[in-house]
């Protein structure tokens, strides 16, 4: 089960191109895309760091890299942000 986060949490995204990202700095709908399985199951939640613990930094370092997927960065939102980025997805 996924841990329910506070609304107010800051929390980190692995930003994985420079093409999430326009020109204004802001994090594209494309940092944020669910999967769909095999099975056909969507994703119905994201991936991310929880800011407040010591090791976030170290813990995205660590997501395995692949040829089409290098980090590039990460992004800093907040919780309830998050949240309303994956309904707007859902709804897609």
Known sequence: MKAKLPNNEDVARAVFSPKMIDGSGRLL???FALRVFKDGTKEYYISVSRMSINSWMSDIKKIPQY???RLY???ALNVDA????VKSLRKI
């Open 67 to 69: 040829k089409n997927r």
């Open 29 to 31: 709908l494309a940092a």
């Open 82 to 85: 998050s949240k309303s980025i």
């Open 73 to 75: 960065g990460y992004a």
